[in-house]
Nanobody, 118 residues
Framework: QVQLVESGGGLVQPGGSLRLSCAAS????????MGWYRQAPGKQRELVAR???????NYADSVKGRFTISRDNAKNTVNLQMNSLKLEDTAVYYC????????????WGQGTQVTVSS
C-alpha cells in the first residue's frame, strides 16, 4: 500500500530552522503533486506549500520567503525547508500526494509535530 512517511519535526526556538522530509513509496512519484499541509490545535488544516511534477511551486502567504519546498524524483522524497520560524508555525505538518491526472487519488502521511517555542 502507498506510504508517505514524514520526518524532521521537533522543537525549535523562534527564528530557528527545521527541514521536513517526506518519503513516498508505492506510487509513481513523478506523476504526483506533492504538498505540505499543517494543522494547529483548534484550526483547520491548511496548505503550506505545493510542488508539481514540473517543479512549479506555490506557498501560503504566511510562509512566503521563509519556507522552500523541493522534490527529488529519484529518491521519491519531498522536502520543506523552514527558516525564520515563528510561534504561529507550530502545528502538525502533513505530507500530501495528489495524482496530477486523477486528482481524486490522493494520499496523506501520518504527520510530524513542529513546535516553535522559546
Amino acid at each position: 500500500q502507498v506510504q508517505l512517511v514524514e520526518s524532521g519535526g521537533g522543537l525549535v526556538q523562534p527564528g530557528g530552522s527545521l527541514r521536513l522530509s517526506c518519503a513516498a513509496s508505492r506510487i509513481n512519484f513523478s506523476r504526483y503533486v506533492m504538498g505540505w499541509y499543517r494543522q494547529a490545535p483548534g484550526k483547520q488544516r491548511e496548505l503550506v506549500a505545493r510542488i508539481t511534477s514540473g517543479d512549479s511551486t506555490n506557498y501560503a502567504d504566511s510562509v512566503k520567503g521563509r519556507f522552500t519546498i523541493s522534490r527529488d524524483n529519484a529518491k521519491n522524497t519531498v522536502n520543506l525547508q523552514m527558516n525564520s520560524l515563528k510561534l504561529e508555525d507550530t502545528a502538525v505538518y502533513y505530507c500530501n500526494a495528489v495524482n496530477e491526472l486523477r486528482p481524486a487519488v490522493d494520499y496523506w502521511g501520518q504527520g510530524t509535530q513542529v513546535t516553535v517555542s522559546s
